[in-house]
């Protein structure tokens, strides 16, 4: 998580997002064949339209500047959460399990933000806002992941990531009024019909 906030700092939204989450398809499905789990041909097509359709939604407008400092972090942060996530996979209680991440992360950030220069002046809204953040939705969230995760194949649950960002673009026109797109809507449906395309196994008649 240092990685991907601090990647962010240089990069554009929409560019982290495409490094982060191809570095995690890349990460997984190597890790997949290594181990024996060869991703199909239907699963590698179905990955690379999801992808396709994430670029569209995601691809920044104007020139393409790319900072290699915050593309090496970003890097680094999709490298550790494809690695959270495999890890999860033999994790036999997901809430114990996801409760000692987050204690064992606790003291690493805040030594970060000090090596970083970051600074404590929040006000005590801004704290309780940041810990429910923190506990209560991210830690929620990881906890139902790490449920999920023994229940799907490596490569299953590199590709079904590549909906969140999607999810969160449509939360935003739900939540915020935020305006939809033609584009949004295309590459919503490329991302969606490449991981059904991935994941649902073909019937054999």
Do not use: C, H, K
């Amino acid at each position: 998580m240092i990685g991907f906030s601090t990647a962010y700092v240089s990069l554009d939204a929409g560019l982290g997002a495409l490094i982060l989450f191809g570095v995690v398809q890349i990460t997984m499905f190597a890790t997949a064949a290594v181990t024996g789990s060869s991703p199909t041909g239907r699963q590698i097509l179905g990955t690379v339209v999801a992808l396709a359709g994430l670029a569209y939604v995601l691809w920044p407008s104007g020139a393409l500047r790319v900072n290699l400092t915050g593309a090496a972090l970003m890097v680094a942060a999709g490298v550790g959460w494809a690695a959270y996530s495999l890890v999860g996979r033999s994790e036999p209680d997901a809430l114990a399990g996801t409760a000692a991440n987050f204690v064992i992360a606790l003291p690493v950030t805040a030594f970060s933000l000090l090596v970083l220069g970051g600074t404590w002046q929040m006000t005590a809204t801004g704290y309780l806002l940041a810990a429910l953040s923190g506990a209560v939705t991210s830690g929620l969230g990881y906890a139902l992941w790490y449920r999920v995760l023994p229940q799907l194949a490596p490569v299953v649950a590199a590709v079904v990531q590549l909906s969140v960002p999607v999810i969160a673009i449509l939360a935003g026109v739900i939540l915020l009024g935020e305006v939809i797109s033609v584009q949004l809507i295309i590459g919503a449906l490329l991302v969606l019909g490449g991981i059904a395309l991935a994941v649902i196994r073909r019937s054999r008649g």
